[in-house]
């Protein structure tokens, strides 16, 4: 199976940014779809943004669209989250997650089933 090792995270003022990566090992990285997700306390966890295994498809969650911004590098077994503008309401731990490609929808997220570690982010004002 894919192991999945997220960095990147870290303390940031409003109004900054934030690159996540998501380093994957141990299976073809270019036959997964990924998804970033994050959790904030007392809330379930949702998904911000996925791109498809080849990078050709993308879907974001529409509350972050123009914010942040999912890619991913092939030949580096990298995804990663470029996030913009950061609000104080983005804090939470983000993970990233993957599963075997197939036709779905990239929003689904019971179909990501291999998960990293999380790594958090707290954005002050």
């Known amino acids: 199976q894919v192991q999945l090792v997220e960095s990147g995270g870290g303390l940031v003022q409003a109004g900054g940014s934030l690159r996540l990566s998501c380093a994957a090992s141990?299976?073809?990285?270019?036959?997964?779809?990924m998804g970033w997700f994050r959790q904030a306390p007392g809330k379930e966890r949702e998904l911000l943004a996925a791109?498809?295994?080849?990078?050709?498809?993308?879907y974001y969650v529409d509350s972050l669209k123009g914010r942040f911004t999912i890619s991913r590098d092939n030949a580096k077994n990298t995804v990663y989250l470029q996030m913009n503008s950061l609000k104080p309401e983005d804090t939470a731990v983000y993970f990233c997650?993957?599963?075997?490609?197939?036709?779905?929808?990239?929003?689904?997220?019971?179909?990501?089933?291999?998960w990293g570690q999380g790594t958090q982010v707290t954005v002050s004002l």
């Open positions: 997650a993957a599963r075997i490609h197939f036709s779905g929808g990239l929003y689904l997220e019971r179909s990501y089933g291999y």
């Open positions: 141990g299976r073809t990285f270019s036959n997964y779809d």
């Open positions: 791109i498809s295994s080849s990078g050709g498809n993308t």
